[in-house]
């Protein structure tokens, strides 16, 4: 389908993303890009009423047909996607992209959209879009180019959805098609995800305090404040720290910053850290980037192994200071 003379490589496609409370400074840009690029369907999956109401008020004006699907909060996030009753949403779009909040599908090219290419492998029942790492610091700042991520997000025909397995790929119904065309990649004609990891340092500091993934990445998000004022970094800064670092080579589109509150996400991050503390942290963030870019002929070249890999391999702050000496 197209808008005029322009191509929406999203056309009939719906969406199922997750929202919860620190999405709020980001979320209508997420819905902006996704609007342009043809999506008219979203399920977006939420554990409390709170980011229910919010989800609700954020899309009454935007014109897309929004399905709420409330998950238990006993689960950790990705644990209730799973519980999400994919047989119910076959019938929104032909076909179902599963993405997170900070990932933005990017057509690399202008002539190839996800219709076009289910339509042109008749037996793919899911393409996936690869990660194009797109991590930035601050907000004046946004990257102009990108790298490859060690994974990356499905598409499905819808009617062929049988579950999610993971937070990065569906289950088919193998019954529709031959099972060895089952998945294929989508990247080598141009379709990949922007995967903005941190759209600035304080987004990386709400996540890193309010995530509840169970998982090598958050494993210190309890101790996550007694680390910063330690003048330690938590896990997830580390992270930054070594992805801000990489080498980008593949041109990305122009940030659209009018669309990210700042304000709001200064407010959200003063409610778990004052701004000295932010300071202080962001002071030992730049040290800690400085001493790890010596040290990255240490580890392995990414995306080779995966963050979860990396996220037990990056040295402490303290153990890059004492390597010095």
């Known amino acids: 389908m197209q808008r005029g003379s322009q191509l929406l490589p999203l056309a009939d496609v719906q969406l199922i993303t997750r929202y919860c409370g620190i999405e709020a400074p980001y979320w209508p840009s997420f819905l902006r890009h996704y609007s342009s690029l043809g999506v008219e369907c979203l399920h977006v999956c939420v554990q409390t009423d709170a980011d229910a109401k919010a ?39 032909a076909y179902t992209l599963l993405v997170d909040g900070d990932e933005y599908v990017t057509p690399l090219r202008s002539d190839v959209g996800v219709a076009q290419l289910f339509a042109l492998f008749p037996d793919v029942q899911q393409f996936f879009l690869p990660w194009l790492m797109t991590p930035f610091l601050d907000a004046g700042q946004p990257p102009r180019y990108g790298y490859w991520g060690h994974i990356g997000k499905p598409v499905v025909r819808s009617d062929c959805m049988a579950g999610i397995a993971f937070d990065h790929g569906f289950f088919v119904d193998e019954t529709h098609a031959n099972h060895r065309l089952g998945s294929a990649p989508a990247g080598v004609f141009g379709l990949a995800i922007a995967h903005y990891w941190a759209r600035g340092f304080r987004e990386c500091l709400l996540k890193t305090f309010h995530n509840r993934f169970n998982d090598a990445k958050s494993v210190d998000r309890f101790e996550a404040l007694a680390l910063i004022r330690a003048g330690e970094l938590p896990i997830r800064l580390r992270l930054l720290a070594f992805l801000t670092l990489q080498q980008g080579f593949v041109p990305l589109p122009s940030w659209q910053e009018q669309w990210i509150d700042r304000g709001l996400e200064a407010q959200l991050l003063r409610q778990v850290l004052s701004e000295e503390e932010e300071r202080r942290c962001r002071f030992c963030f730049d040290r800690y980037q400085q001493l790890l870019r010596a040290h990255l002929p240490q580890l392995p070249l990414y995306p080779a192994a995966s963050l979860l890999t990396f996220a037990k391999l990056l040295p402490s702050l303290a153990q890059l200071e004492a390597s010095r000496l």
Do not use: I, W, Y
Request: glycine share 6%.
């Open 55 to 93: 989800v609700e008020a954020s899309v009454m004006s935007t014109g897309f047909r929004c399905q709420l699907h409330r998950l238990p909060l006993a689960l950790s996030p990705d644990q209730a996607l799973k519980q999400l009753p994919l047989k119910a949403l076959v019938h929104g779009a």
